[in-house]
């Protein structure tokens, strides 16, 4: 029988970082620079293969209108995850799965102007939700790499719901070939933050440039080999998306 790896767990519930102001302005922008993207996508470049496997580009737009509208409204994030807890496999696979077959099949005019007003409502709706609430932990264990661990709803809320919209921004335009817009006080603060959380994740002592307008420098300790890259592939590499060895395969979720 071949052997079996357990994977390495971290139960105490993670928490956002990023001070609160900062990720609610994100996340209204992410909203919008993703909704901008879909207007201006010709009607050929919805059924591009991406980087997810087995999505094209309207199955992500589906997806993430599934999680704004999610994000916008208690009684439909209820029913989402009501779904999602009783369908099989992974329980963030089921969910993703659920929003593709339950909007997908919306012409794309209407996909386009559903995301746009429910990204600004969920933005509204996550900058309302009281600290109390957001302490609380998940109840599902989320899967990170090989990594087991936590989430409090305000990580989920503060942090996951601007990234996932982010990277999935990212693979909409690396199948389409739509330039990605990019801003320092946006996407450099979001990298900033995923590099932040990286270093914790590792904790081994860094030599980082990353390039482009989201990029920045960053040194921790000492005896790290320095490492270049461009910041959206060094996110793509830490979702996943990239081969990664040494301490670039330490994953965080997006």
């Given amino acids: 029988m071949a052997a079996t790896t357990t994977p390495k767990t971290s139960m105490r519930p993670r928490r956002p970082m990023m001070e609160r102001d900062l990720a609610m302005r994100?996340?209204?922008?992410?909203?919008?620079?993703?909704?901008?993207?879909?207007?201006?996508?010709?009607?050929?470049?919805?059924?591009?293969?991406?980087?997810?496997?087995?999505?094209?580009?309207?199955?992500?737009?589906?997806?993430?209108?599934?999680?704004?509208?999610?994000?916008?409204?208690?009684?439909?994030?209820?029913?989402?995850?009501?779904?999602?807890?009783?369908?099989?496999?992974?329980?963030?696979?089921?969910?993703?799965?659920?929003?593709?077959?339950?909007?997908?099949?919306?012409?794309?005019?209407?996909?386009?102007?559903?995301?746009?007003?429910?990204?600004?409502?969920?933005a509204r709706a996550r900058a309302r939700t009281p600290s109390f609430v957001r302490s609380r932990?998940?109840?599902?264990?989320?899967?990170?790499?090989?990594?087991?661990?936590?989430?409090?709803?305000?990580?989920?809320?503060?942090?996951?719901?601007?990234?996932?919209?982010?990277?999935?921004?990212?693979?909409?335009?690396?199948?389409?070939?739509?330039?990605m817009v990019l801003t320092a006080d946006h996407d450099g603060a979001l990298v900033a933050d995923v590099v932040d959380e990286w270093k914790i994740r590792h904790r081994q002592p860094i030599d980082l440039h990353l390039t482009g307008p989201a990029g920045g420098r960053w040194s921790t300790g000492t005896g790290a080999r320095p490492t270049e890259l461009d910041a959206v592939e060094f996110c793509r590499i830490l979702s996943g998306r990239g081969p990664a060895t040494g301490i670039l395969a330490v994953q965080v979720p997006f």
Wanted: charged letters at 30%; proline letters at 4%.
């Fill in 26 to 122: 994100l996340a209204a922008t992410e909203y919008g620079r993703f909704a901008d993207l879909l207007d201006r996508l010709p009607p050929e470049g919805w059924s591009r293969p991406t980087d997810c496997p087995g999505w094209d580009v309207r199955a992500i737009a589906a997806h993430a209108f599934g999680m704004a509208r999610m994000a916008e409204s208690l009684i439909e994030m209820g029913r989402q995850l009501s779904a999602a807890r009783h369908a099989d496999g992974e329980f963030l696979d089921a969910l993703t799965a659920h929003q593709v077959e339950k909007f997908s099949g919306r012409d794309t005019e209407r996909l386009c102007s559903d995301y746009r007003t429910s990204g600004m409502r969920a």
């Fill in 137 to 179: 932990a998940m109840p599902e264990v989320q899967k990170v790499g090989e990594v087991e661990e936590r989430w409090t709803v305000g990580y989920l809320l503060d942090i996951i719901l601007t990234r996932d919209p982010w990277m999935h921004r990212v693979d909409i335009c690396r199948a389409t070939g739509e330039s």
